[in-house]
């Protein structure tokens, strides 16, 4: 069933003759594929890794909030790259997707990925077939851009966990790689009602009636699930859904994935009894994003409100929702995805589109702009993370545009672009650089009958549809096949419809390219389609800079580590209590040394250990929902971790440690590892 598109009447006769042929030719490709299904659907092959990219773990400032004061001080749960390969061998195409537990995958992190891959696997995993999308948690350390606007309230570049974040990307890829053997992936497509809310409604009512229809509750409820089989067995599944990394607040400072972190971890470790330090082939289950810009999880519209008020509480349930979910899906999936596997790419420069009137409400011929921030972006997210309470959403505010044009110097040409946007940051037309990338990829992976569009930045779900409808008018597909799937391969704040954008709300505000910016990427996704669509190559003549030469960082690093006068690293100053039972919380704590001498990735900080007749066995380390590993500097350069384990229902009663792990440096620069143990302690049946 096609959807009509009101706006595609508006375009020339030559276009809308076009658009019709490459309609017809679709539609011959896609009923030629159908007829092929079963035979095609036994030839792919499919292969699931994942590895750890948890960053700097304390005194690094953390991304998402911009709020300054929100510094990492420990982990509550570990970081992971989820990867899912599907290869057909016989046409020598594969598609790649990982979802990493980030705020952003920056565009530097794209371009070291990509430099990598290309050592390893020459033109097999390019940026034309490599899809890398951020989960866009809010709890995870910054300072992995080669751009100002990104690093800037993370004090600079910070090299080690961009590091992290790059190595676990590849290694999640190359285990992935190495899993690769006959299989199939099975589809099934579902409502989530109960874990998202708008956030911006009245921008939401600014869209045209037949438009809002698609979404009466003002969400966007869809969730798709694609399970990997291998041998009639599960070994992972990939999922679709769009709501906000937003469930812990910006006053957290624990490292933690958030709630699709959670829903991760649950369906890995809870339900499929993966142990993620130890096991070679896990289950690998990731959980991206689809258009969540004006979704939020806070269901209370407040910051850590909803379902309950505690952060805590809302991250594992909004989460839990996520995965019960796609468990559900995943479960009657019977739909054998089936067809080929193909894939286009071209970098544009966002700032400089020439907008054909066929993408734009009103059927006029618009221009992008070079990138600035509105006043509005100042506010920040008022359910979510408010800003420092210097600007409102959606409201006028005279000084602070005059502030940015007596600071930043914004062209009077480049305030008409941006139109109702009082720009107070010119980004884009920042000295030597602009703060944010302009040269962004455009992507489109088909796999099958479903088709995923790689967008750089946060759409609003009304943005989204637009963009699946687009992509699904010409490739004459159901718009459900197409998903749209933010927060890919770099990063440039939101996307608005023009209707948004007028009303300068956070999201509006924080539309770098101006009221243009989604007709853009219609059109822009729109010209793959229709290359996928006739079968001819994707020309991209554009590649974007390579800032890595040019990166500060005003991060202080650990200069040295040393114990409390008579104290030794790994020493117990605090011990657990005798006994306690399940619900109780147990809470120790160490001399340590500062967790950057040794980031521990795919290893950790933190075990709990029962006492067994083979010995001691690790029951949780650092990656568990039940620890939190809580890093503080007590004196100069003495500092103490905090070890908790809320000891889960379930827990077999018995005796237990808690066993610490770090590193500390002496004065001369040389780490050296240590290990700590507490006393034993009795779980004992609850009364």
Not at 10 to 26: E, I, M, Q, S
Not at 403 to 417: I, N, Q
Not at 561 to 574: E, H, K, M, N
């Amino acid at each position: 069933m096609h959807i009509p598109n009101p706006h595609q009447a508006k375009a020339p006769r030559h276009a809308r003759c076009r658009t019709l042929t490459n309609r017809l030719a679709a539609l011959g490709l896609g009923l030629m594929a159908s007829l092929a299904l079963p035979a095609m659907a036994q030839g792919w092959r499919v292969g699931v890794g994942m590895s750890d990219l948890t960053g700097e773990a304390a005194e690094v400032g953390m991304m998402g909030y911009a709020e300054l004061s929100q510094k990492t001080s420990g982990i509550h749960q570990r970081l992971r790259a989820r990867a899912f390969i599907v290869d057909d061998p016989r046409t020598q195409r594969a598609a790649v997707v990982v979802v990493t537990d980030t705020g952003l995958v920056t565009q530097a992190v794209h371009q070291a990925v990509m430099a990598r891959l290309a050592a390893r696997y020459g033109e097999r995993y390019t940026a034309r077939n490599v899809m890398i999308t951020a989960t866009h948690t809010h709890a995870g350390p910054g300072g992995y851009s080669h751009y100002a606007l990104y690093n800037i309230t993370v004090l600079g570049f910070q090299q080690r966990t961009f590091q992290a974040i790059v190595d676990g990307i590849v290694e999640a890829i190359e285990q992935a790689h190495a899993r690769l053997a006959p299989g199939e992936v099975r589809l099934n497509q579902g409502e989530l009602h109960n874990a998202s809310r708008n956030r911006s409604p009245l921008a939401f009512r600014l869209n045209a009636a037949e438009d809002r229809a698609h979404f009466p509750q003002e969400i966007d409820p869809l969730m798709t699930v694609l399970g990997f089989r291998q041998g009639g067995r599960d070994i992972g599944a990939l999922s679709f859904f769009g709501t906000h990394g937003t469930s812990m607040t910006n006053r957290n400072t624990l490292i933690s994935g958030d709630n699709k972190g959670y829903a991760a971890w649950h369906w890995e470790h809870e339900v499929e009894g993966v142990r993620h330090r130890h096991d070679a082939a896990p289950f690998v289950a990731g959980f991206a994003q689809t258009n969540p810009g004006d979704l939020s999880p806070n269901l209370n519209l407040r910051p850590g409100s909803g379902p309950t008020d505690d952060e805590f509480e809302n991250t594992r349930l909004i989460g839990l929702r996520q995965a019960d979910k796609a468990r559900l899906l995943s479960r009657q999936a019977s739909e054998l995805l089936g067809g080929d596997i193909d894939f286009r790419m071209r970098y544009v420069d966002m700032s400089r589109v020439q907008v054909s009137g066929a993408y734009t409400p009103d059927g006029r011929p618009a221009t992008t702009c070079p990138a600035a921030l509105g006043s509005s972006f100042a506010a920040g997210s008022t359910e979510d993370g408010p800003g420092p309470g210097i600007a409102k959403e959606g409201q006028s505010n005279p000084f602070l545009t005059a502030v940015g044009g007596l600071v930043f110097w914004p062209t009077h040409s480049l305030r008409a672009c941006h139109g109702v946007k009082e720009v107070v940051i010119p980004v884009g037309e920042m000295k030597p650089y602009p703060w944010t990338p302009e040269v962004l990829p455009i992507q489109i992976l088909k796999i099958g009958s479903m088709v995923l569009a790689g967008l750089p930045a946060e759409p609003t779900m009304m943005s989204g549809w637009r963009i699946r409808r687009q992509i699904a008018q010409t490739l004459g597909m159901d718009t459900r096949r197409v998903i749209v799937v933010g927060y890919s391969n770099a990063y440039t704040q939101y996307v608005t419809t023009p209707e948004e954008y007028s009303l300068q709300d956070y999201e509006g505000g924080s539309t770098l390219f101006g009221p243009a910016t989604l007709p853009a990427y219609m059109q822009e996704f729109d010209r793959l389609a229709q290359d996928l669509a006739s079968g001819r190559p994707t020309v991209s003549t554009l590649s974007p800079r390579d800032l890595s030469c040019c990166q500060l960082n005003f991060q202080t690093g650990v200069v040295f580590d040393t114990p409390g006068l008579g104290r030794s690293f790994g020493q117990a100053v605090q011990q657990p209590d005798a006994q306690y039972q399940t619900g109780q919380t147990v809470r120790v704590q160490f001399q340590t040394g500062h967790p950057k001498n040794n980031l521990r990735r795919n290893g950790t900080f933190v075990e709990v250990q029962r006492d067994t007749p083979q010995g001691w066995v690790t029951v949780a380390d650092d990656s568990d929902w039940a620890t939190r590993y809580h890093w503080r500097r007590t004196f100069g350069a003495e500092s103490v971790a905090e070890i908790t384990w809320a000891i889960p229902p379930g827990t077999p009663v018995g005796s237990y440690r808690i066993v610490h792990h770090g590193d500390a440096r002496s004065l001369l620069g040389k780490v050296t590892p240590f290990r700590g143990t507490s006393g034993s302690f009795q779980v004992v049946a609850t009364r």
